[in-house]
């Protein structure tokens, strides 16, 4: 998920807010909701599904 914070931080500080941000592709991880001042992020899918809630936060098992 490292990568794909700093795309999201490049992001909010360009646009003060993470609405409207996506994610390369390529990186394997899924932006699943993004609003003014947070967001989720996923990779696998069911029960090997792994996500992090904001920017630096732990990764956890299971979806957003």
Known sequence: FQAADQELQA????NGTY???TLAPE???TLVRADV???CLQSGS???AEHQD???GPTLTGPC
């Open 27 to 29: 990186s394997g991880v």
């Open 54 to 56: 904001g920017l630096h």
């Open 19 to 21: 609405v409207g941000a």
């Open 11 to 14: 992001y909010y500080a360009a």
């Open 37 to 39: 001042g947070s967001f």
């Open 46 to 48: 069911d029960t090997l």
